[in-house]
């Protein structure tokens, strides 16, 4: 069978059976083809896992809507309160020369890269859609470095499943698979609407996914770690794992 009739018959069964047998049914199929999201089991179960199998089948290499500039928000929202932390003030009063991001884990060379080494690659521009869960949502244009770039500069390992990113906010992380780690659309940004990344947005540097939901886009970016298991990270929060929209 071809892979694409192979994919279509996946997905056609698991949205008939959750249609019709239940969602537990869908679970086992979705886990017989490696669909399974690390949070199933979690507060959103099998929804989840019905959500993140169809769109990885259906939707692995699509791109996010991309608008034209006339679309740019006036008055993007950022969504941050004040923000007071004492080492985030002194790297910002120093031009943020010091700012630095550390890859580790699965990769041949850990490295730790200076905002001006992160610009010295080939940039993305994309103009894409940043929505929150809590329903609203702005458009801006945001510049940044393919995070798909550094990591072939580091040099995955073939175990590499996921890459979990941390901010400078101790509570803040969150994980993606090699799948959304490798996209085209997935930057690592420090620029948006043609100035320097905000404070406010997460600047200097915070990473872009327009394929999920604005929690996944974690701001202040500082280390990122990748893995072939999240069983030592939990998710990150009270959200679901996969926010794909
Ligand atoms: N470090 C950090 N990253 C974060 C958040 C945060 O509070 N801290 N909020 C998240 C949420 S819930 C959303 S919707 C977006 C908001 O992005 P914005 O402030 O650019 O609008 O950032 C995400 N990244
Ligand atoms: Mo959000």
Redesign the pocket.
């Known amino acids: 069978m071809s892979n694409f009739s192979r994919r279509k018959l996946i997905t056609t069964g698991l949205t008939a059976t959750a249609g019709a047998a239940g969602l537990a049914v869908a679970g086992r199929l979705a886990d017989r083809y490696g669909l399974i999201p690390p949070d199933y089991g979690g507060v959103y179960g099998a929804g989840t896992t019905l959500t993140y199998a169809s769109q990885r089948l259906l939707t692995r290499h699509s791109l996010a809507r991309e608008f034209p500039p006339s679309q740019i928000s006036k008055a993007?929202?950022?969504?941050?309160r004040p923000f007071q932390d004492a080492a985030y003030k002194r790297l910002r009063a120093g031009g943020f020369v010091d700012w630095r991001v550390d890859i580790d884990g699965m990769v041949s060379r850990p490295s730790s890269f200076s905002l001006a080494e992160l610009r010295s690659y080939p940039s993305r521009r994309q103009i894409t859609q940043?929505a929150?869960?809590?329903g609203w949502s702005?458009i801006a244009e945001w510049t940044g470095v393919p995070l798909s770039q550094i990591l072939g500069a580091v040099g995955t390992l073939p175990e590499a499943r996921y890459v979990v990113y941390f901010?400078?906010?101790p509570k803040?992380w969150q994980s993606i698979d090699m799948a959304d780690a490798l996209h085209p659309q997935t930057l690592l940004v420090y620029g948006m609407n043609g100035a320097d990344l905000p404070m406010?947005?997460?600047g200097p540097l915070?990473l872009r996914l327009p394929r999920q939901?604005?929690?996944k886009?974690?701001?202040?970016i500082t280390r990122l770690t990748v893995t072939d298991s999240l069983n030592a990270f939990n998710k990150g929060g009270s959200y679901s794992w996969y926010a794909g929209i």
Do not use: D, M, N, T
Not at 76 to 80: D, E, I, N, S, V
């Open positions: 993007p929202f950022a969504k941050l940043l929150c869960e809590e702005f901010s400078l906010q803040w406010g947005h997460g915070r939901l604005g929690y886009s974690v701001k202040f």
